[in-house]
């Protein structure tokens, strides 16, 4: 938020800064971990009997992604953390318009995210979590050339394990060899990785046509 932009170059610097900094919805994923995270960089919190988080460090809100700019409009809010698939309208329109704010994201140190994504596997081997380049492609104040690198939950389809070998092997193929079109539509298609399929399926089965086209 442009009000701070001379304060908040890390998640490190909200210690001890006293700003007003949104983790999302009581209860919510966000709210896990945007503690969880910025427990890693020093910040200390407690829970409180109404299950509210409080913190010496920073004054804690719990809102929404769109209340939270929202509140940045407003000067209201310093900082907030938000889930979503990029780009989030509610960031793009905060950082367009006439009431436009000098907006920015930060960063996540590789030291940081590598901790945060071994915490989070399932059955302490799939990861549940991987890291995400953000760039000028979604959001339109990165600067060209310039990337934020953060955190990204990641996508798997379910399906029945009534439909055919034949039906989900054609399902897999079409998903991983139509990225160029999945990118005319989405541009966060440009992080997909057949790499990194396996290691994302975590304790779910894989289907038979699935590990067929990944076997080929």
């Known amino acids: 938020h ?22 999302g919805d009581m209860g919510s994923g966000v709210e896990a971990n945007a503690i969880a995270l910025m427990e890693k960089y020093g910040l200390t919190f407690t829970k409180g009997s109404d299950g509210a988080w409080k913190s010496d460090d920073i004054q804690i809100q719990n809102l929404s992604v769109a209340k939270s700019a929202d509140a940045v409009k407003d000067d209201a809010l310093d900082v907030f953390f938000f889930t979503s698939g990029a780009p989030a ?21 590789d030291s940081v ?15 549940v979590f991987a890291k995400q380049t953000i ?18 939950v990641t996508a798997t389809y379910i399906v029945s394990n009534s439909l055919s070998e034949e039906v989900v092997y ?12 999945l990118l005319t539509a989405h541009s966060i298609s440009s ?10 399926i975590g304790n779910v089965p894989v289907h038979p046509g699935a590990a067929k086209y990944y076997t080929e």
């Not at 339109?140 to 990337?147: L, Q, R």
């Not at 054609?170 to 079109?181: D, F, G, H, I, M």
């Open 191 to 200: 992080n997909m990785n057949v790499d990194r399929a396996f290691s994302t």
């Open 2 to 23: 442009g009000r701070n932009a001379d304060k908040i170059h890390s998640l490190a610097d909200l210690k001890n800064s006293n700003l007003k900094v949104s983790i």
């Open 113 to 127: 995210m590598e901790e945060f994504i071994a915490d989070n596997k399932i059955d302490g081997a799939y990861d």
């Open 89 to 109: 309208t509610a960031i793009t329109e905060l950082a367009a318009g006439g009431n436009a704010k000098n907006v920015y994201m930060l960063s996540l140190d």
């Open 135 to 152: 760039t000028h492609a979604q959001y339109d104040f990165i600067p060209e050339g310039k990337s934020v690198n953060t955190i990204g």
């Open 170 to 181: 054609n399902l897999t193929k079409a998903l991983w060899e139509s990225k160029p079109e």
